[in-house]
């Protein structure tokens, strides 16, 4: 009978941990017990090293900055304080997607643009697809803070006027049910009758027979 291995002890110092998460970055399998140990003691951990727009943003800083080192960190305080200014007080966490998305969009935009203002040495093939590069940037940024000002206009609803508008449903979903007991209809098959020409000549003669009787 084979006994089972002695589960890998935890990481607790600094040091350790990073050992650890080095070799299961490297693809080391035998790390990943001692690692998600290691994540579940420290969420912090795994909250930074997941958040994919921290990536983007770093990767767009990067990109835009190069190896000047004062662009790229007053980048990162512009898009902290974006951050802080776009948020507010309390956001939701639908809120907080969505300021992440329009800092990423900033920033993509913000570069095609400058790519766009110096055209110098470019071929007309490559300032066609610098052009539409700008244009596309432009659309995908303005139609995040679209969908952020409308998520916070649906937000801003008041609890009158939700209440109001259930009431409202629920006063149409009684009459579709009082109806559907009245008049029965097939699941699969809704039919809306139309009356014909015929019909309609048939009810006028019936209403001026009525009236002249």
Same mark, same amino acid.
């Given at each position: 009978?084979?006994?089972?291995?002695?589960?890998? !002890?935890?990481?607790?110092?600094?040091?350790?941990?990073?050992?650890? @998460?080095? #070799?299961?970055?490297?693809?080391?399998?035998?790390? %990943?017990?001692?690692?998600?140990?290691?994540?579940?003691?420290?969420?912090?951990?795994?909250?930074?090293?997941?958040?994919?727009?921290?990536?983007?943003?770093?990767?767009?800083? =990067?990109?835009?900055?190069?190896?000047?080192? *004062?662009?790229?960190?007053?980048?990162?305080?512009? %898009?902290?304080?974006?951050?802080? !200014?776009? /948020?507010?007080?309390?956001? /939701?966490?639908?809120? /907080?997607?969505?300021?992440?998305?329009?800092?990423?969009?900033?920033?993509?935009?913000?570069?095609?643009? /400058?790519?766009?203002? #110096?055209?110098?040495?470019?071929? %007309?093939?490559?300032?066609?697809?610098?052009? !539409?590069?700008?244009?596309?940037?432009?659309?995908?940024?303005?139609?995040?803070?679209?969908?952020?000002?409308?998520? $916070?206009? @649906? @937000?801003?609803?008041?609890? =009158?006027?939700?209440? #109001?508008?259930?009431?409202? *449903?629920?006063?149409?979903? $009684?009459?579709?049910?009082?109806?559907?007991? #009245?008049?029965?209809?097939?699941?699969?098959?809704?039919?809306?009758?139309?009356?014909?020409?015929?019909? @309609?000549?048939?009810?006028?003669?019936?209403? $001026?027979?009525? !009236?002249?009787?």
């Amino acid at each position: 009978m084979t006994e089972n291995p002695d589960p890998p !002890k935890p990481a607790t110092t600094e040091q350790q941990i990073r050992a650890v @998460l080095e #070799r299961a970055r490297s693809g080391d399998s035998s790390a %990943l017990p001692a690692m998600q140990q290691a994540l579940d003691d420290h969420p912090e951990i795994w909250e930074q090293y997941g958040a994919l727009t921290t990536h983007v943003h770093r990767s767009w800083i =990067e990109l835009i900055g190069g190896t000047d080192l *004062v662009l790229k960190d007053s980048l990162t305080r512009q %898009l902290d304080s974006m951050r802080t !200014k776009l /948020s507010g007080s309390a956001p /939701s966490p639908l809120e /907080s997607l969505l300021v992440e998305r329009i800092l990423a969009c900033w920033l993509q935009s913000s570069y095609a643009d /400058s790519s766009s203002a #110096r055209p110098h040495g470019l071929s %007309l093939k490559q300032l066609k697809f610098a052009t !539409k590069r700008q244009e596309t940037a432009h659309r995908g940024y303005l139609s995040a803070i679209a969908n952020l000002a409308m998520t $916070r206009k @649906l @937000l801003a609803e008041t609890p =009158e006027r939700s209440s #109001r508008r259930a009431g409202a *449903v629920a006063a149409g979903s $009684r009459s579709v049910d009082q109806a559907a007991k #009245r008049e029965p209809m097939s699941h699969d098959v809704v039919t809306v009758f139309v009356p014909s020409h015929d019909q @309609l000549s048939r009810n006028k003669k019936r209403s $001026r027979s009525a !009236k002249e009787s």
